[in-house]
C-alpha cells in the first residue's frame, strides 16, 4: 500500500508539474501533455479536492506505516500546494482580457455599448456552474436539435439552434463551428458555455456540422460553413435570429474555417451553386486556430500538422499544392475589408503555437480598418473554454463584450442609415 500510494502521488505530481510545463516539442507527447495539462489547469480544484479524498482513503488503509508513504504524502501536499498556486494565477485572465478589448476597441469602448445590451451582462463569476461544471446547459435556454441546411454528397448536414425559452425575435446570432482537426468532432460538444451564456442574454446561437476528412477535402468543410451562414441569412428569421447581424465563431479548426468564411464574403470558388448568397459575417472571434496551413515562419515545433494536412484534409503536400496552401490560410487572405475580430489563445497551448496567432492579429492589425483585439490567455491550454471553468468564464465574458461592442456599433450604423433616409424623403417632399 505505501508503493501504491507513493505512485500515486508521483502521477499527479507529473500532473501539476505538466501544467506549468508542457511539452511542446514532440508530436506525440505533446498530444498527451495537452490532455493532461487541460484536464489539470481547468479543473485544479477538483484534483485537489480528488487527490485529497484518495490521500484520506490510502492513510485509511495504512499507507503511512512505511517511509514511501510518507514520502508519497509531502509529495501530494506540494503538489497541491502548486495547484492552489495555479488557481489564484487564474485571476490575473480577467485583467488581460479587459487591457486586450481596450487596446482593441479603446479605452471607452464601454461607453460606446447600448444600455440595454449592457444590461443584460453577467453580474460575476457563477461559482455554481464552476464547482459543478457537467451537464452544460443553462435552465433559460431550450436547444433545437438537428435541423437540416444542406445535402451534400449524399449527407445532410444538421444545424442546432439555441434560444432563450421566452423565443425573443430580432437577435443577434452567433454560429459555432466546431474543432477537430477537420476529421473529428460535431456540432454536440463545443462551445456549450459560450452559447449557453449568450443564448440566455438574448442571442441566437447555431452549432453546425459539416463534412469532415479524410472523406471531405478542403475546401469542403469550408464550403458547408458558408451554406451555414447562408442558411441563417434565409431561414433563421423563424427561430428569432437577425438576419442582418450574423456573427462566427470556432475553436482550433473550426476558429481556422470561421477566419476563413469571415475573410472570403461573396467569393464564388467557395460558394459553388449558392454564388450569389450572402455569406458576409459582422465579426470573427477565433479561439486557437491555425492561421497558415503551409506555415511559411516555421513556427511549429514538429510536422505533426503538416502531415495531418497533407495525408487528410488537403491531399497534397506543400510542395504540390502551393497556391492550394496559400488560398487556404486565412492569414494570406486579410483585406482592408476584414470584419472585426477577437483572436483567443492561450499560452501554454502544445497543439496549435500561440506564436501563429501572434503574427495573424499583427496582420489584421495592418491591414484592417476594423478593430482587432487579441487575447494571449495565461496558462490556458488548447480547447481550454470546452466546459465551464474560472478561467473560461473571464474569456467568455471578454468575448461578451466584445460582441456587445460589435452589435452596438451596427445599431448605430442602422439608426444613422434611417436616419438618413428619413432626412431624404423629407427633403423630396
Known sequence: MPWLFLTVALVGAWLTYNTYRPVFTRPRLSVVSFFAGWLTGELALHHILWQAAATALFIWAGALHS???????????????????????????????????????????????????ADQFAPGVDWPQILLPFPIRHAEVERLRDLPYAAVDGVTLALDVYRH???????????????????????NEQALPLMQHLAARGWVCVAANYRLSPRATFPDHLIDVKRAVAWIREHATAYGADPDFVVITGGSA?????????????DAEYQPGFESADTRVQACVAFYGVYDFADRRRLNPHRGLAHLLERQVMKASVAQAPAAYERASPISRITAAA?????????????????????????????SKNPVVFAEIPGAQHAFELFPSLRSGFVIHGVERFLAYAYSEHLRVQAAERAGIATAAEAAR
Open 339 to 367: 470584419p472585426p475580430f477577437f483572436i483567443v489563445h492561450g499560452t501554454h497551448d502544445t497543439l496549435v503555437p500561440i506564436a501563429g496567432a501572434r503574427l495573424f492579429a499583427d496582420g489584421l492589425r495592418a491591414a
Open 165 to 187: 425559452h421566452s423565443h425573443p425575435t430580432g437577435c443577434p446570432t452567433l454560429l459555432q463551428i466546431h474543432g477537430g482537426a477537420w476529421v473529428i468532432g460535431s456540432k
Open 67 to 117: 517511509w514511501p508513504g510518507v514520502l508519497g504524502l509531502c509529495i501530494s501536499v506540494c503538489s497541491w500546494v502548486f495547484l492552489a498556486r495555479w488557481c489564484w494565477r487564474i485571476r490575473v485572465v480577467e485583467d488581460v482580457v479587459e487591457q486586450a478589448l481596450c487596446l482593441g476597441l479603446g479605452r471607452d469602448y464601454r461607453d460606446r455599448i447600448a444600455p440595454r445590451i
Open 254 to 266: 473550426g476558429a481556422h474555417l470561421a477566419a476563413l468564411a469571415a475573410l472570403t464574403p461573396g
